[in-house]
């Protein structure tokens, strides 16, 4: 049987938390452009209404695109341009899958040619660097824009524990290289839980936790204590029937993936960055809350939470979720923090819950993901009013990056208070990102990194699973545009 482990500081928050019942809710695209094709590449659409913020709330000014990229090169300008507008074509998003998947792949022309291609467009847009200390030095370029760095090591779904041990090791160095940056240039490490524990294990965890939350008498003796992870309306679908208790080994394994949790939350603290937990797919989710929620009593004292975790709003159940776990976490007296985002997991979740003939876990429509995520950054804009809680408000929605601005400022949240952070991806949203640095707002870019081999798979799964972000980059590619539109009528007149 694992071992408990906990800090003799916060033994007594340790306690058995009873489960709530609730009712609710460079290649050549971007090396060369003639000056023939630049000019047609410039002639950009004006942007339909839906990328505008409504009049009432907008207080962020994007209009001036000088003083949004003042700061960015015209080649980096124009790289990002064509490289935002060739990663919206879905086709071609399609033939890279294709090509990555097919035994092409096994020939080493091809293989080379292809990561090189990827190597000098997409990866060089979308991530930081082959390792630690070159996403380090992009965090430190980003950070004399104004801007901080979320350093994400883009590893997941490991397999067994030796792969996990390399993972470990890889997150460690990055956190340690954050130590030789300016205080606060790097804002977050980024940790997904498939990484340091075994996929097939996770699922297990998340299968015992969902038949214990439906089933008070089933007991888990390997169970620490943990936020709440469920609500009345999550989706139970994956755990039809009873599964059998974990076995000697696999409770071992969980105990070493517990510590490997516990060396990165040690680690984290030791260089006084945060850590947040990615979310993923339904089928993990509760282990992998498991997993954060349980650090953070350990870990989370103080003012300022040291582990944030993640709510998916487009999932019907993230609303009731947040509000049970941030509301538990406040009365226990854990500061707990949640990075909101939308969710990237669509079609892999609709096509699982359409093959097993139940409800997908997903809104309906974009309009209740886009409101699901407003109402859950309304939710936790308050709590930090009250002074409980923060929160990361990760978002490319111009409109959802007001609203949210405007209730901060209604609520007179100031601008420099760090349990208020915005986000965008790396290579994404500058425009945003620059209007809310503008406005006095703490900004960060969410910054992949890793060798391009190992990060061409994950990158490629993000652009699968992105796409319609990709594809709906309009007013991000028309601000830039109009901005190279301006730097080549100066340098002409």
């Known amino acids: 049987m694992a071992h408990r482990v906990a800090c003799p500081k916060i033994i007594q928050r340790l306690r058995p938390f009873a489960k709530p019942h609730y009712s609710a809710a460079h290649s050549s695209i971007t090396a060369t452009v003639s000056p023939l094709n630049l000019h047609q590449f410039l002639k950009a659409p004006h942007p339909t209404a839906v990328d ?92 004399d824009s104004g801007l901080k760095g979320m350093l994400v090591y883009a590893l997941e779904h490991a397999s067994d524990n030796e792969s996990c041990d390399r993972n470990l090791e890889g ?25 340091i524990c075994p996929l097939g294990l996770l699922k297990r965890v998340s299968d015992l936790l969902r038949w214990e939350y439906n089933n008070e008498s089933f007991q888990l003796p390997w169970k620490l204590n943990t936020l709440p992870i469920f609500a009345d309306s999550s989706p139970f679908y994956h755990t039809p029937s009873k599964p059998d208790p974990l076995t000697v080994e696999e409770e071992t394994d969980l105990h070493l993936a517990q510590q490997r949790m516990l060396k990165i939350c040690q680690s984290c603290i030791e260089a006084n960055v945060p850590l947040t937990i990615d979310a993923e797919d339904t089928s993990v989710q509760p282990g992998i809350d498991y997993f954060t929620y349980s650090s953070a009593l350990m870990y989370n004292v103080g003012d300022n939470p040291i582990i944030y975790g ?78 409980s809680g923060a929160v990361i408000i990760a978002t490319h929605n111009m409109d959802s990056g007001n609203k949210a601005a405007a209730k901060a400022r209604d609520l007179g949240i100031q601008n420099g208070n760090q349990k208020l952070q915005f986000a965008q991806l790396y290579g994404m949203a500058d425009g945003l990102s620059f209007g809310l640095k503008n406005a006095g707002f703490q900004v960060s870019k969410y910054m992949p990194f890793g060798p391009v081999e190992l990060v061409m798979p994950y990158l490629l799964r993000r652009a699968e699973e992105n796409r319609g972000l990709l594809s709906t980059s309009t007013l991000d590619r028309y601000l830039m545009r109009k901005e190279l539109k301006r730097r080549l009528k100066a340098a002409i007149l």
């Open 52 to 143: 505008h913020p409504s009049p009432t709330t907008a207080i962020l000014d994007v209009d001036d695109v000088k003083g949004l990229f003042s700061s960015v090169s015209t080649g980096k300008l124009l790289r990002s341009a064509v490289n935002l507008h060739a990663a919206a074509v879905e086709p071609m998003i399609d033939l890279g899958m294709w090509v990555m998947n097919s035994k092409l792949m096994r020939t080493p022309l091809l293989r080379e040619a292809t990561v090189g291609t990827i190597k000098h467009t997409f990866y060089d847009q979308f991530c930081a660097g082959p390792g630690p200390a070159e996403a380090a030095r992009t965090a430190a370029r980003i950070w």
């Open 171 to 195: 997150f460690l160095e990055t956190v340690e290289s954050a130590k030789s940056l300016p205080t606060s240039s790097v804002s977050f490490v980024v940790v997904k839980i498939t990484a």
């Open 310 to 387: 993640t709510i998916q709003t487009y999932l019907t159940d993230a609303k009731e979720r947040l509000i049970i776990s941030a509301n538990a976490a406040e009365k226990m007296g854990v500061p707990m923090g949640f990075k909101l985002v939308r969710g990237a997991y669509m079609s892999s979740e609709r096509h699982l819950a359409t093959s097993l003939g139940v409800e997908s876990p997903i809104h309906n429509t974009i309009d209740q993901t886009h409101a699901c995520f407003n109402d859950c950054t309304s939710f936790m804009l308050e709590k930090i009013a009250s002074g």
